[in-house]
């Protein structure tokens, strides 16, 4: 049974775009399936995109955070306190992600369109539409 995220602070917006995100299969299973190894420099190069797996392992129901651990992971992603736009975040989480995607693989990731909610597309010139 998938779990949900808690709303321990003011990152709501922040949780709607990580759940819609995880919907995503194709998106889902690039984050799921990224090697990244445990050095400090990829820690610190691939945060975002350790964060977007960790609490989507949390969601599959794979493993169980803490409130506290998700909202490290939301400070990682760039939370910072105050309320923002759901889809403004999920396309800064999303470019976050496939520029790691792009270290770890050295190559162009195919488009993932998203359906039912908001049109996003990455495409094989670094943009999102």
């Known amino acids: ?53 960790n609490i ?3 969601l599959k129901g794979m493993q169980s955070l ?10 990682a992603l760039g939370y910072t306190g105050r309320q923002e736009d759901s889809g403004e975040y999920m396309k800064k989480i999303m470019e976050s992600c496939k520029k790691s995607f792009k270290i770890l693989k050295g190559k162009e990731i195919k488009p993932i369109e998203m359906k039912n909610f908001i049109n996003l597309v990455m495409d094989k010139n670094d943009t999102i539409i």
């Open 1 to 53: 049974m998938p779990k949900g995220l808690p709303n321990d602070g003011n990152y709501c917006f922040l949780n709607s775009a990580l759940q819609q995100m995880y919907k995503i299969s194709d998106f889902r299973d690039k984050v799921m399936g990224a090697l990244i190894d445990d050095s400090p420099s990829s820690a610190r190069t691939h945060k975002e995109l350790i964060a977007v797996r």
């Open 56 to 58: 989507f392992e949390h």
């Open 66 to 75: 803490s409130n506290k651990k998700i909202k490290e992971y939301m400070q």
